[in-house]
């Protein structure tokens, strides 16, 4: 089964900008992976920011966007905020079988 | 806005059968392309995939969870399930109701495995 790579902590200054990836075992990710990012704070419900690589929900804040780089998945916050301090998580299909990375905690400090 | 709620016993017996449904408001399951699935979370880690099911049918699951899960959809009541049988202890956690794309979630509910 193929295991899915983020980094464990980032650190962000407030104002900043800053990069979290997801990675395959498997090889490069592409966007036949359908990869998702949500956002999940302490106590609560995950909450999707992008879907399918690069698309964005309704409440997906602006300074927040989703791309491929360098073989991964990645997803960058541009602008940072306090607020943003949580941990992030993506998944990615594997035909059709869904595996999550283990998540990126991000400090904002 | 489309909105998801879990229901089902917030305790299950060891060795027993975990059962879950999923009711979909705000949107019905019979008229889009979506993925209905679930996911669980135990206290303090992260989140585990373990399955989903396309609302023209058709399942896959978590190959660590796949001789004991199984997901249906009924599309005429706008719910989704969850059966997961012979749980241990391992299986306490929060168990979140999802449909992608685009990712909307349930509330999460809270199972737990004991005696």
């Known amino acids: 089964q193929a295991v899915v790579t983020q980094e464990p902590s980032l650190t962000v200054s407030p104002g900043g900008t800053v990069t979290l990836t997801c990675g395959s075992s498997t090889g490069t990710v592409t966007s036949g992976h359908y990869p998702y990012w949500f956002q999940q704070k302490p106590g609560q419900v995950p909450k999707t920011l992008i879907f399918d690589t690069s698309n964005k929900l309704s409440w997906t804040p602006a300074r927040f966007s989703g791309s491929l780089l360098g073989g991964k998945a990645a997803l960058t916050l541009s602008g940072a905020q306090p607020d943003d301090e949580a941990d992030y998580y993506c998944?990615?299909?594997?035909?059709?079988?869904?595996?999550f990375g283990g998540g990126t905690k991000l400090t904002v400090l | 806005q489309v909105q998801l709620q879990e229901s089902g016993p917030g305790l299950v017996k060891p060795s027993q059968t975990l059962s879950l449904t999923c009711t979909v408001s705000?949107?019905?399951?019979?008229?889009?392309?979506?993925?209905c699935g679930w996911v669980r979370q135990p206290a303090g880690k992260g989140l585990e995939w373990i399955g989903r099911i396309h609302t023209g049918g058709g399942a896959t699951y978590n190959p660590s969870l796949i001789t004991r899960v199984t997901i249906s959809v009924d599309t005429s009541k706008n719910q989704f399930s969850l059966k997961l049988s012979s749980v241990t202890a391992a299986d306490t956690a929060v168990y979140y109701c999802?449909?992608?794309?685009?990712?909307?979630w349930g509330q999460g509910t809270l199972v737990t495995v004991s005696s």
């Open positions: 998944f990615l299909s594997y035909s059709g079988v869904m595996i």
């Open positions: 999802a449909t992608w794309p685009p990712g909307y």
């Open positions: 705000g949107g019905s399951l019979s008229s889009g392309n979506y993925f």
